[in-house]
């Protein structure tokens, strides 16, 4: 390769692995695999030795990747907080090794622990209390996320024992596998893309506006690493030991060795026996463990010499692929689905594997007939990523994406900006109605006792085409169809019954307004307060909600301005169910009336519930501050920028005891007691 070839596949590098990072870090979407990730930052490496004039301080083997948002307040780091260099290779392991011994004078150990596939946090600890929890960020500053960290269920907020005055400890945040499926089956109820593994669901959760909405992800701390500044052990392994001791979440899979034969013996084994853990793990992580010899060794620009992480390498099969389904989904997306003649797989037997869209389809060059290679995305969703050519026939062609919904016959459409094709026949297509019905009556919607293969029943029998018909179903029958008993059946009508007094912002959720999810229904209802407020909002209204953007703004705007989604409103308006936030029973005074009020900050309550107590008293919520703003009721850590805001405009800031005062009564908890019964 000349040089001018290399200064060109150098800069090429560069864009390339700068953009994937910022997909990664940022938008938790990366494009490309770790090990794809992994081998293009090593060809990067190998260039910039062989042609040292083309060094840079900002290319991203000389920088960490970065997580840093807009959301947080961004804290120094008190030590810098790096990446580890990695190597798929035992070979560069023992090299790692060799490079070690020929370094330091005296004997040393490794200590060996998992690599957890998470999202990196580090915790200070002041008089054993937790106060501060960052993320990596650049690795100079992290963005706070104290508030976040106290929600999480084994970070422990007070020590025992005989820990250090002040101390950092660093680790990774985690999403259970169970904790994941969990989330993803939400998120499609809710119309919503899943996370594509764990990692990615954590770091995506870890970094919610919304405390209370972290408390309910299922994420989980292990802690790994204290820096040898913080405390006075002389070995990783007696620190850790330590920290374990005062009540801090550390991993129990660590074990100290002595030669690279131990070390290969851990890798082997954990290579198997990690399929068998609950979170996900990618490799094992080898550290000199004498501290002394870490200062010794000291750093690059953006890794510590004394540490390697052995990376495994995804598992994969190849297997043929026998046809493609067209599914169509709640929303209308339809997406295609590889059915694959079946293979052993991370432990199961997988015989389908999503293929995405018909963008991925023509990436890929998947045809039917093809051998293809199948990954489990994160150790859960197997995912196609690529085809044995050498193995092709010769008659296979490209399949064509189909013209029509493979439900209704309906033709597709694909709005610009969209990877996927849709139904547009949202009203008429089986699958469509099906799954807004279900949706309709989920649990964190209007939580109507039944599921997919009642609704299944039900439209069967002709007894249900929107949520309406729900509501005029008898006992007799429900008697008359297969399978009910007295008992269920009187469950199910006393469930509709009880659906009645779910409040309004739970309504709009069940709705199933594409985009909306359930917290997008919540910020919508507490800010215009009622069903007919938001049918007459234009998109630009809709837009001054602080999460609501142009796509979302669109989606309800369109949905409001559909004759037949009137009409099913008023049919559910006249059965019973809540259409409005303030007034009718639900309202406790006037004490607010007319007020627009901005609520930041931590409070004695969730910040949900202070939203639904001020519009229970009449008030409005806003999530931006503006001229037309009454006050900001501030909690305990603030938005800065909202406070600043606010001291530009003239807006009066007030605490949550200020607040308490404009009310008729300070019996606050009992207010938002009536308030979040159902």
């Not at 390498?313 to 026998?322: G, R, V």
């Not at 929303?331 to 018909?358: D, F």
């Not at 969703?381 to 062609?397: E, F, H, M, Q, Y």
Request: aromatic residues 8%; proline residues 5%.
């Amino acid at each position: 390769m000349g040089k001018d070839e290399a200064q060109r596949r150098i800069e090429e590098l560069r864009i390339l692995l700068r953009e994937n990072s910022r997909k990664y870090y940022v938008e938790n979407a990366p494009d490309m695999s770790d090990q794809e990730f992994d081998f293009l930052m090593h060809e990067l490496e190998a260039l910039e030795a062989a042609y040292p004039e083309f060094y840079s301080p900002d290319s991203p083997t000389q920088r960490v990747g970065s997580d840093l948002g807009s959301e947080f307040v961004k804290r120094a780091h008190r030590y810098p907080m790096l990446s580890l260099g990695n190597t798929y290779s035992i070979s560069e392991v023992e090299e790692f090794a060799a490079r070690a011994d020929k370094l330091l004078e005296s004997g040393f150990s490794y200590c060996c622990e998992l690599k957890f596939d998470g999202t990196a946090i580090c915790l200070t600890y002041t008089g054993g209390r937790l106060t501060r929890a960052l993320t990596r960020g650049d690795g100079t500053m992290g963005d706070d996320v104290t508030r976040n960290a106290l929600r999480i269920s084994n970070i422990p907020h007070t020590l025992k024992g005989d820990f250090p005055e002040e101390f950092e400890i660093r680790g990774e945040i985690l999403m259970p596998y169970a904790s994941f499926e969990a989330l993803n089956r939400e998120r499609a109820d809710e119309g919503e893309a899943p996370f594509a593994n764990p990692r990615n669901a954590a770091s995506g959760s870890l970094k919610l506006g919304d405390s209370e909405e972290v408390a309910k992800r299922g994420l989980w701390c292990t802690l790994y690493h204290i820096p040898a500044q913080s405390v006075p052990f002389d070995t990783h392994y007696e620190a850790l030991s330590k920290a374990a001791s005062w009540g801090l979440p550390v991993s129990e899979h660590i074990k100290l060795c002595n030669s690279i034969e131990e070390i290969r013996a851990f890798i082997d084994y954990w290579d198997v026996a990690r399929r068998s853990l609950p979170y996900a793990t990618d490799g094992i992580v080898i550290k000199i463990n004498e501290l002394s010899a870490q200062r010794s060794l000291g750093y690059t620009a953006k890794s510590p010499r004394w540490a390697v992480a052995y990376k495994f390498k995804a598992e994969q099969a190849c297997t043929p692929l026998l046809s493609i389904d067209y599914q169509v989904g709640r929303t209308g997306a339809v997406t295609p689905v590889a059915n694959l003649a079946p293979v052993q797989l991370g432990g199961t037997v997988v015989k389908r594997a999503t293929l995405v869209n018909a963008d991925q389809i023509a990436a890929l060059d998947v045809r039917v007939g093809d051998s293809v290679y199948v990954e489990k995305g994160g150790e859960i969703i197997p995912k196609i990523t690529g085809v044995n050519l050498s193995l092709r026939p010769a008659d296979v062609l490209p399949p064509a994406f189909p013209a029509l919904c493979p439900d209704c016959g309906t033709p597709l459409v694909k709005q610009e900006g969209e990877a996927k094709w849709f139904c547009p026949n949202q009203d008429g297509c089986p699958t469509q109605i099906k799954g807004r019905i279900l949706h309709f009556m989920g649990r964190k919607a209007m939580n109507i006792l039944a599921g997919e293969a009642t609704v299944e029943q039900f439209y069967a029998a002709s007894l249900v085409k929107t949520p309406s018909d729900l509501y005029k179903i008898s006992k007799y029958q429900l008697m008359s169809l297969e399978g009910w008993q007295d008992k269920a059946a009187q469950r199910f009508l006393d469930s509709l019954e009880d659906s009645k007094k779910v409040p309004f912002e739970r309504v709009l959720f069940a709705l199933g307004i594409r985009f909306v999810g359930e917290s997008t229904a919540r910020d919508i209802a507490l800010h215009f307060g009622s069903i007919d407020a938001i049918a007459s909002a234009s998109k630009k209204d809709l837009l001054q909600i602080s999460d609501v953007g142009e796509v979302v703004a669109g989606s309800v705007y369109e949905y409001m301005h559909k004759d037949a989604h009137m009409e099913e409103i008023g049919k559910l308006r006249l059965i019973g169910l809540k259409f409005e936030v303030t007034g009718g029973s639900d309202s406790v005074s006037a004490a607010l009336a007319g007020k627009t009020i901005v609520v930041s900050g931590n409070f004695s309550i969730s910040r949900d519930a202070m939203k639904e107590l001020i519009a229970a008293h009449g008030g409005k919520c806003a999530s931006s501050v503006s001229g037309s703003t009454s006050f900001l009721l501030a909690g305990s850590k603030p938005g800065p920028e909202k406070l600043r805001k606010c001291d530009q405009l003239g807006i009066p800031v007030i605490s949550e005891d200020e607040f308490s005062k404009l009310l008729p009564s300070s019996e606050k908890n009992e207010a938002v007691q009536e308030l979040t019964l159902f």
